[in-house]
């Protein structure tokens, strides 16, 4: 079953070498797979950084598509949906954020779970749980952070979700198109609504717990865009009601 992974990434070409030969070593090991850089505004000088290290690698990795390179900035999900849209008959859509948080051997060990559901039929969000058993290492105040943020996201919408905003997500292409046209957030609050729309709709979504290590350099802003993501926690709930009451 074919699966287009896209990466998104926003002003990546510092980061991104240490990660995505090695993703698309492995991706093409497993075969079957798309993976597509989807750039948005990162500005000439970055956008064009970003080609020449594309094109290079583009001729080592098969699974590694045309980039695609967007003048305005979306955002985060804009610019996942935007990877999405051309999906075409893909069974799986996918991201994995492209600072290498998520270990590769972890998307490999996740794409290799959705595989062997057979028909697509459950989305599969990454889930930084940390257990006996995983190895998740985040700054004590992200990880703070983002407890807040999941009981937020959880007490407001009705879910019982642990950690709605991981950067590894795999969902059945039918599923996402049955949503799609009612997505409006395309900042870093996306995958909540993304999460509330396939619920709603009837598509079963797990959460996988997966090991993380946090990759200096990241771009949100914990003032800022944590206002800016309770705010949008906010809207989902006016616009959409709780899923479970
Ligand atoms: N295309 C695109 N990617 C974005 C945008 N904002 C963030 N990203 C990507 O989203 C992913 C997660 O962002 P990151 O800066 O690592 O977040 P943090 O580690 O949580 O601070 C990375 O792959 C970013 O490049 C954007 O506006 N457009
Ligand atoms: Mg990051």
Excluded at 2 to 19: D, K, Y
Excluded at 78 to 96: D, K, R, T
Excluded at 100 to 120: D, F, K, N, T
Excluded at 162 to 184: I, M
Aim: a neutral charge; hydrophobic letters at 45%.
């Amino acid at each position: 079953m074919e699966m287009l992974l896209v990466v998104p990434c926003f002003r990546e070409s510092a980061r991104i070498g240490h990660f995505l030969p090695e993703l698309c070593a492995e991706m093409d090991r497993l075969g079957g797979i798309r993976v597509l850089v989807v750039e948005d505004g990162s500005g000439d000088e970055e956008q064009a950084k970003m080609t020449a290290l594309l094109s290079g690698w583009r001729r080592q990795y098969a699974c590694l598509a045309e980039p695609l390179l967007l003048a305005e900035n979306l955002g985060k999900g804009g610019a996942v949906y935007a990877g999405w849209a051309q999906a075409g008959e893909a069974g799986w859509v996918a991201f994995v954020d492209a600072d290498g948080a998520s270990p590769v051997a972890e998307v490999s060990r996740l794409v290799q779970l959705a595989r062997a559901q057979g028909q697509p039929h459950r989305a599969l969000f990454a889930s930084r749980v940390k257990m006996l058993g995983r190895k998740v290492q985040r700054l004590l105040k992200r990880h703070l952070l983002g407890r807040i943020y999941a009981t937020l996201v959880s007490e407001m919408l009705g879910i019982p979700v642990y950690d709605s905003q991981c950067g590894l997500k795999l969902v059945p292409r039918a599923a996402f198109e049955k949503v799609a046209g009612s997505l409006q957030i395309m900042g870093f609050a996306f995958d909540v609504e993304l999460l509330v729309a396939l619920l709603k709709s009837g598509c079963e979504v797990e959460e996988v717990p997966t090991d993380w290590q946090e990759i200096p350099g990241g771009k949100v802003s914990l003032i800022h865009d944590s206002v800016r993501m309770a705010k949008d926690v906010w809207n989902i709930r006016a616009g959409r009601g709780k899923v479970t009451n």
